[in-house]
């Protein structure tokens, strides 16, 4: 277990490494530096005098040989030191830290909601005995897939907030403001993990135990919510870090749509002025959470299911 | 060179039942037609859905086939009409007609989705058949380089190249794109290392064809059709990317009728005009709803029909 467990935690520090390289060669070796990002008027449209240019490339190092600054980077990402936004001189770490709350509140309830809601479409669309029930509650998830993010988030201020002036369409004040968000962000995710489950579901209902514990006289919904389930939601349960990531990722999409504050609203404004080291630190975020939810899962999954572990091992004196 | 005997070798060895090399033409090809007649007519969705998307594909291409208005013409008295005959979509702020504008945005969202899906396809496609064909530490090296774009969320990674790159259509198309090379690699790598056992493949090899001929005369033609389909599914998630990319203002600047963009200024009179975003943003859901339903009648139930 210990090996294992090891293992696991060498894999997730390689992978964020590895995103923080990809992030380098992406924002700093393509043409253009922060430096001339802001020559060309990113903050206030104003010329920068060459001999200031020389002087700001001097402080952020960029007359450095690549490796030289890679190497400078690295190291102080490694301290969590992210170095200074671009348009607002503050240090990037604790810009996203403090958005961090924020988002937070925003993922975890989307995904409670996702959960639930792609849960409960997942096992009533196996569950139903009605053809056209079944087929309705089939097709949602696809349809929750092909639906813009924005555009849902849209739709349910149109409706809810200005047309029944039920909740609140913008900021992010008292907890009545998480709701059309969290509900926004929570469709893409629930659907993608209905489909999931339902697909493992009817799998799972078709093996040869499922069909025994029928023959013993275990009920319908018994065998579904305790024979079938247990076993079908490992697979959807491994989905996790990318659900995780999608839930960051479309976070971006539903600041922007109800002006909340967040991560993803600091990314925007970010990518707008091309702060390359928040955008470079939003990379390495967005990364640290998929790794972290894998992580999670790996941490979990020997509990759920013991054979992970053997296998594992196994793996290991063969190969 | 060896091509010719390698053209010969390959028939007999029979490595592909799905295509026919030598059909006999009058009687297959009627009989091909009425099974596919018989295939849409119990599927209604697809047929809609093919519908959809021949007119996304005419309107990108002969948008005066749809509407004569000019979508960048505003007339200040017809601002904010609702849907009506006279404007179907109904009018912006500035009296422009609604859909004209998105008639004419089909044009830049479909040379977007083209875009992003090329860009993902050869890079990821030439990654995968790379690796796949090279095996050992090269393999190595370019899967796990490929793990790590899986392992940051794809979105995140569009708006890194965004920042790099710089805006516009071409720009946010090209990011998207790169940033779902990952999945193209994967699938391409797993085709070739399937295709590379194959006994033709071998009896190319050892009639003397050299790599390059092996390699895209026998492994890439053989390895290429989950790629395709893999290729159709990712055009609703591009339709999608692209769109999300442009309503946060990354792409076409202002006048230009881009579907995201008018999702995004709609979103301005949202309470006074709500066709302004709703009108655009359907026909996204239904460009998106009809290709990923065709990429799903390409991906298996046509495969299962055969």
């Known amino acids: ?319 | 060179m060896s091509q010719s005997l390698v053209g010969e070798v390959e028939p007999a060895t029979g490595p592909d039942p799905d295509r026919p090399r030598h059909p006999e033409p009058g009687v297959i090809r009627g009989a091909e037609a009425r099974r596919l007649v018989r295939f849409l007519l119990r599927r209604p969705g697809l047929v809609l859905s093919i519908l959809v998307v021949a007119l996304v594909v005419l309107a990108a291409f002969w948008p005066t086939l749809f509407t004569s208005r000019d979508p960048l013409l505003g007339v200040p008295v017809d601002r904010f009409q609702g849907p009506g005959a006279q404007h179907w979509f109904g009018t912006d702020e500035l009296g422009r007609d609604l859909y004209a504008r998105v008639v004419h945005g089909a044009a830049l969202s479909l040379k977007a989705t083209l875009i992003a899906v090329g860009v993902a396809f050869v890079v990821g496609g030439t990654i995968g058949l790379v690796a796949g064909f090279v095996g050992r530490w090269g393999e190595d090296v370019l899967m796990r380089i490929v793990d790590v774009l899986l392992a940051i969320p794809a979105l995140f990674l569009s708006l890194a190249l965004v920042t790099a790159l710089g805006f516009g259509t071409v720009k946010v198309a090209v990011a998207v794109g790169l940033a779902s090379v990952a999945s193209f690699a994967r699938v391409m790598r797993a085709e070739v290392l399937r295709v590379r056992q194959a006994v033709y493949v071998e009896a190319a090899r050892s009639t003397g064809a050299r790599w390059y001929s092996v390699l895209l005369r026998h492994v890439l033609p053989n390895a290429i059709g989950p790629v395709l389909v893999l290729a159709t599914l990712e055009l609703g998630i591009a339709v999608l990317a692209v769109s999300s990319l442009s309503f946060l203002g990354y792409g076409a600047p202002p006048p230009a009728p881009e579907w995201g963009t008018l999702i995004s200024t709609g979103r301005n009179y949202l309470a006074n005009a709500w066709w302004l975003s709703t009108l655009p943003g359907l026909t996204v859901a239904a460009t998106v709803l009809a290709t990923n339903r065709i990429a799903r009648a390409l991906d298996g139930e046509s495969a299962t029909q055969r």
């Open chain 1, 1 to 319: 277990m210990r090996r294992y467990l090891a293992g696991r935690l060498g894999q997730a520090v390689a992978v964020l490494w590895a995103a923080y390289t990809v992030s380098f060669l992406v924002l700093d070796l393509l043409p253009g530096d922060p430096v001339s990002a802001m020559a060309a008027g990113g903050l206030d449209q104003a010329a920068i005098e060459p001999a200031q240019i020389e002087a700001l490339r001097r402080e952020y190092g960029f007359d450095q040989p690549i490796l030289v600054q890679y190497l400078n980077y690295l190291g102080r990402a490694v301290r969590g030191d992210f170095g200074n936004s671009v348009a607002t001189g503050r240090p990037v770490t604790s810009t996203l830290a403090d958005a961090l709350p924020y988002t937070l509140q925003l993922t975890a309830a989307a995904l409670v909601l996702a959960v639930v809601l792609g849960g409960a479409v997942a096992l009533y669309a196996t569950y139903t005995a009605h053809r056209w029930l079944r087929q309705l509650l089939m097709s949602l998830p696809s349809l929750g897939v092909s639906l813009p993010t924005f555009w849902i988030g849209l739709m349910l201020v149109q409706l809810l907030s200005f047309r029944l002036r039920l909740l609140p369409a913008f900021g992010n004040e008292g907890a009545a403001s998480l709701i059309l968000p969290a509900v926004t962000l929570a469709v893409p995710t629930g659907a993608m993990l209905a489909q999931l489950l339902a697909k493992s579901l009817l799998t799972t209902l078709d093996e040869p135990y499922v069909q025994t514990a029928r023959a013993k006289g275990a009920g319908r919904t018994r065998v579904h919510l305790r024979h079938a389930l247990r076993n079908a939601a490992l697979p959807a349960f491994t989905m996790a870090g990318i659900l995780v990531g999608n839930l960051m990722a479309g976070s971006v999409v539903v600041e922007t749509v109800f002006s909340r504050n967040g991560v993803g609203r600091e990314t925007v404004s970010a990518v707008t002025v091309q702060d390359i080291p928040v955008v470079q630190g939003v990379i390495v975020f967005g990364a640290s959470t998929f790794v972290l939810a894998n992580l999670a899962v790996d941490l979990i999954y020997p509990l759920l299911d013991p054979r992970i572990v053997v296998a594992a091992a196994q793996q290991r004196s063969t190969g």
